[in-house]
């Protein structure tokens, strides 16, 4: 099975800080993504990344960045974390289903709050 | 509009229900549906998925998607407390970016 993992569970920032969310795939993925989960307004994507060193921004950026240096690993980063950036943020790989469609492995998540 | 409308819900049941849950869509080039189930404070994981129009089962649970009508559905038979989840409906974007267009998710409660 894909595994996807989140480095961290549960974090606690203060306003301000750098905060870097670890994602890490063990299935030679080429697509992973990052995602915001909020309550009353579903999954937001952030960014995503089709190769190494590639990244697109997706439909909530800013206020984020990414980074993916090695294949497997794609950072998540908050510059300067604000409060409207608690959330609970999703890692998830592609994977090519029967049929050539596609679908996601995602992580357990990383509930971040920011105070 | 959104490219892909989910009720939130929230959706009751008692035990041993049939459950509907329901998505509609506006883009006619979407080829691949998918249903995700997400426990509370899990990501989610993927639960079914169909190509094109037509029906696929798997156990209690049935996909339904018609292209036509640009709806698509999961049922849920015998509905048991541990399928109380939020369930997201997802759909293929273009086929070379693999990005999925997700519903908001309805979160279902099966009541014992």
């Known amino acids: 099975d894909v595994k996807v993992t989140q480095s961290s569970r549960y974090l606690v920032k203060r306003t301000g800080e750098k905060v870097f969310l670890e994602c890490v795939q063990d299935?030679?993925?080429?697509?992973m993504f990052w995602y915001r989960q909020d309550p009353g307004l579903g999954l937001r994507l952030i960014y995503f990344?089709?190769?190494?060193?590639?990244?697109e921004k997706g439909d909530i950026p800013e206020g984020y960045s990414v980074s993916r240096e090695k294949k497997e690993r794609f950072s998540l980063i908050l510059e300067s974390a604000s409060t409207n950036q608690t959330s609970m943020y999703l890692c998830?790989?592609?994977?090519?289903?029967?049929?050539?469609?596609?679908?996601?492995?995602f992580g357990s998540g990383t509930r971040l709050t920011v105070v | 509009q959104k490219e892909v409308e989910q009720d939130p819900g929230p959706l009751s049941v008692p035990e041993g229900a049939i459950v509907s849950l329901n998505c509609t869509y506006s883009?006619?080039?979407?080829?691949?549906f998918m249903w995700y189930r997400q426990y509370s404070r899990k990501g989610p994981e993927l639960l079914m998925y169909?190509?094109?129009?037509g029906n696929k089962e798997d156990g209690r649970f049935t996909a339904q998607v018609d292209k036509s009508s640009k709806y698509i559905s999961l049922f849920i038979r015998d509905s048991q407390p541990s399928d109380s989840a939020t369930y997201l409906c997802?759909?293929?974007?273009?086929?070379?970016?693999?990005?999925?267009?997700f519903g908001q998710g309805t979160t279902l409660q099966v009541k014992p």
């Open positions: 998830a790989s592609s994977l090519v289903l029967q049929g050539e469609g596609y679908g996601y492995t």
């Open positions: 990344s089709y190769d190494v060193k590639m990244k």
């Open positions: 883009n006619s080039a979407f080829q691949y």
């Open positions: 997802a759909m293929n974007g273009p086929r070379d970016t693999g990005k999925l267009i």
């Open positions: 169909t190509y094109s129009s």
């Open positions: 299935m030679d993925h080429e697509n």
